[in-house]
């Protein structure tokens, strides 16, 4: 994944927060904030420290990215996303992950 394709500042990550629309699952919680003129989408990871250590946590962060990166044909261009990972999250292998990424992400409509 390319640092393009990263929300890393605070005031981007509150203008989704505060702009766009949230979607939920057991697993991840999805900010989705639309945006016109951009090429590619975006994504900020926020997995709090009550998930686990810092090894757990990094995984996490590790599985949303790789999860995103495979479904990069699918998802719409024009959105930026924040993922918050809940507990539950913790306790996933990849696929399980990638599979409830989806679940949320298709409760969402962001796919082409």
């Known amino acids: 994944m390319k640092k393009s394709q990263r929300i890393k500042k605070n005031k981007e990550f509150q203008t989704v927060f505060k702009k766009g629309k949230s979607f939920a699952n057991r ?4 900010y989705t904030y639309k945006k016109e003129d951009q090429q590619e989408f975006r994504i900020g990871l926020s997995v709090s420290k009550k998930v686990g250590n810092a090894v757990t946590r990094n995984r996490i ?3 949303i990215r790789q999860s995103f990166l495979e ?3 699918e998802i719409k261009p024009d959105l930026d996303y924040v993922i918050i990972a809940r507990n539950q ?3 996933l292998d990849f696929h399980t992950a990638k599979k409830n990424l989806r679940h949320v992400l298709k409760i969402a409509k962001v796919f082409k």
Request: net charge positive; no cysteine; hydrophobic share 45%.
């Open 27 to 30: 697993q991840f919680i999805v």
């Open 61 to 63: 962060k590790r599985y």
């Open 71 to 73: 479904m990069n044909d």
């Open 89 to 91: 999250a913790a306790t």
